[in-house]
């Protein structure tokens, strides 16, 4: 027989069928937003459920590394389209042929017709020098950012908000528009508000630039490589 939980413990048992197919669901069609944001302002209350979402997110020797810059000022965000801009061209230069005409064919808007931005960082420095669980890799501090990250991309997604993750940017560009210190990294840039509608696939699926890896391919069993038989 288990023993009652204690004040510092819970009940562990599953959630609902109603419960449960509502988590898989946002998983399934959470979608990365590029441009079809509406021009709503979120509201406070409803920011605030999203960060915590984020804030309850697990990390390694529990060290919290995020922090959360929320740009809501025009003239910055044009900066930040700016610092994009010139790299998405860069990048643009870095595909040839079909996939050039593609990748310019994507709509990148989201910084200037998302309401909001979040700036996503990781602090390497809070926890001091040795933290548990990070003592043999020191990239834990930016994975538990990563989870972050998705925690909130998963409530926006239950919230009816859009979200868009812009990674095209030299980090140094960003770091002046917002004056973030030297030894803080900047993980993410979130383009965050309403859309009324959501790709059914990913758009780069949608776009024949690539399609969802096959699952069993990517399964091994005991060892590297190795199929998994079950």
Avoid at 37 to 66: C, E, I, K, T
């Amino acid at each position: 027989m288990q023993p009652e939980p204690t004040d510092a413990l819970q009940r562990a048992e599953a959630f609902s069928e109603v419960d449960r197919a509502a988590v898989y669901r946002a998983i399934e069609t959470r979608r990365d937003v590029r441009d079809q944001f509406l021009a709503v302002p979120l509201p406070d209350d409803l920011v605030r459920r999203l960060l915590r979402a984020a804030h309850n997110a697990p990390s390694v020797g529990f060290m919290q590394p995020w922090n959360f810059t929320l740009v809501r000022d025009p003239q910055k965000r044009e900066q930040v389209w700016q610092a994009f801009d010139r790299a998405n061209r860069e990048a643009a230069g870095m595909f040839s042929g079909e996939r050039r005409d593609t990748y310019r064919s994507l709509k990148l808007e989201g910084i200037r017709k998302a309401p909001l931005s979040i700036c996503v960082t990781c602090d390497p420095s809070r926890g001091g020098k040795v933290v548990l669980g990070r003592t043999h890799n020191p990239r834990m501090d930016v994975y538990s950012t990563v989870c972050a990250v998705q925690n909130l991309w998963l409530a926006a997604r239950a919230e009816g908000v859009g979200v868009g993750w812009v990674s095209i940017f030299h980090e140094r560009d960003i770091k002046a528009i917002l004056s973030i210190p030297d030894h803080i990294q900047v993980v993410a840039w979130l383009c965050v508000g309403y859309v009324d509608r959501l790709y059914r696939e990913p758009e780069l699926a949608v776009k024949g630039w690539r399609q969802r890896l096959p699952l069993e391919e990517l399964i091994f069993e005991e060892e590297w490589g190795r199929a998994c038989e079950r």
